[in-house]
């Protein structure tokens, strides 16, 4: 450890987007809309979010170390982890900065439109069984998971780090994962190990997972303490992201301009398809609007407790420009805002998406 914790913020953004920016935005791919019809995505479409670079890892070789706060400190190979007691999740992973291209201004990071959310099923040991096995301490306070990868943030460097209180990362769900889809891990998702948690944002999930650490204090790590916090003004402590807000997406009907994606749709009766999520509770309701006329889509069965949820409805398409939002409560009466909550550094945007299209 010995990192610093980061104070110092990138300058907010008015307007053009930046040669930083879009040097972001074409490493970390979004998952195409198009691509909300697979129950399940496709690892080869599923969104991607890498700080740093991807590490060469070697699945043969690759030891996991648990120790710290801990009884029986140990190192797992990949061939001791597949002969534990295994556990298949579907889990549907958002970015917590998904949303934040859209916010004006917004902060200097990976500009999200609102394609950094997929679902995908994970399989590997419940961590549980594995934090029971090596006997963390009564004196942890929080279990540290360590990447392998490693780089600089605002002048600090340091290995992306994420920690859970011990009650969460006991939770069920929460998996050392060694397979995605029912492959091995592909490299940019984490090969050949990562963390997997359930109805949090993503940057729980820690990848390229070589070392578990139970610290008897908060962990103060650039990605724990430095960012991931919900904050109205720079500066201040802020409220950490942790859970999913809940959020929804539909797959833009009709087809689309090459340049802007504006969408062309055929006059009648379309079918609309998306999905609705949310970390704190499940789906109770989604609606769907054109020139916002809201009106109750339909909800498939429940696909697990920690994946979206499929919904559909009818749309009569009559000639001219529209406008078509979706937006979805939680079982908490929690339902998306129309316009972006706002945040320093653009977390958390679950505003209702918009999409234009012009029916001919
Ligand atoms: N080691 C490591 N783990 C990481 C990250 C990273 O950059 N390095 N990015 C995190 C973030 S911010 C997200 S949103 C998810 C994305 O997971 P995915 O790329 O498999 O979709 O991984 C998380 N785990
Ligand atoms: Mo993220």
Redesign the pocket.
Known sequence: MGEKRAEIRRAPIVGRYTQDELALASR?SGMPLEALRYDLTPAGL???????DIPATDAATWQLRIEGLVSKPKAYSLADLRRMPASTVRVT?????NGRGQTSPRYPSMPWLEE?V?TAEWTGVPLSILLEEIKVKESAQEIVFH???RGLDRGIEH??S?SLIPSEAMRDGVLVAYAMNGEPLPP???APL?LVVPDW?????????ERIEAIDHAFDGVQQMGSYHFRSVPGEKGVPCTRMRVNSLMAPPGIPDYYGRRRNVDAGRAEILGRAWSGNAPIRRVEFAADGAWQDAVLDVAAGAHAWRRWTVRWNAVRGAHELRCRATDETGAVQPLDPPWDVTGFGNNAAQRVEVSVR
């Open positions: 970390n599923h969104y991607l979010l890498i700080h740093f992973m958002e970015c917590a900065g950094g997929s990447g392998a990868d290995t992306f994420r940019q998702h984490g990562r944002y993503g940057m729980a999930s820690v990848k390229w997972l």
